[in-house]
């Protein structure tokens, strides 16, 4: 299947070189840097076409490396900082390709445990506020989602901005300095 001289990528890998050498299932290849590597022949994939390949010196890459760019800083508007920094959507059409074969408990409980998730991911990255979008429906979500929230101690929860979300979200704002429960 592997010949020689064919331009072959490695299928985990952000790689690309040409083959050198096959001894059965192993293939060793020669990347544009000049490395010889050994896969296993399922591994690789052959090219159709033969995608360029940049010769630049390793010495060119390194000094543009090395050389410190200046960082530019986003400039924040005073409206902004007060803006949540996260949006989870809890639609059940958001989270799963199908509802087939759930049932409403189901759904509910898949959704619950999304916003938990969410709000432990926010607690552990200090992200200070979190929308939750989750509807008007019969407001079973809502409640339940008013319960979760009461369970911990470093949050309060209200209602989300009205013109940008309507009635259907729910705004967490995170105490940073308390720990989770």
Not at 49 to 64: F, G, M, R, T, Y
Not at 102 to 121: G, K
């Amino acid at each position: 299947m592997f010949k020689k001289g064919q331009q072959v990528a490695v299928l985990d890998d952000d790689m690309i070189g040409h083959v050198v050498k096959v001894n059965g299932t192993t293939i060793t290849i020669e990347t544009a840097d000049g490395f010889e590597l050994d896969f296993d022949s399922h591994e690789l994939v052959v090219l159709k076409e033969a995608l360029p390949v940049n010769h630049i010196p390793i010495s060119d890459i390194i000094k543009e490396k090395e050389t410190p760019k200046k960082r530019k800083q986003p400039t924040r508007k005073a409206k902004e900082k007060y803006l949540p920094t996260m949006e989870v959507d809890l639609h059940i059409h958001q989270l799963t390709n199908s509802t087939r074969g759930m049932n409403n408990h189901d759904m509910l409980t898949l959704q619950l445990d999304t916003a938990r998730r969410q709000l432990d991911l926010a607690i552990s990255k200090r992200i200070q506020k979190v929308v939750f979008i989750h509807g008007v429906g019969q407001g079973v979500l809502k409640t339940e989602l008013e319960y979760l929230f009461g369970r911990y101690n470093n949050v309060k929860f209200y209602e989300a901005n009205y013109q940008k979300y309507g009635l259907g979200a729910t705004e967490v704002y995170i105490y940073q300095n308390v720990s989770p429960n």
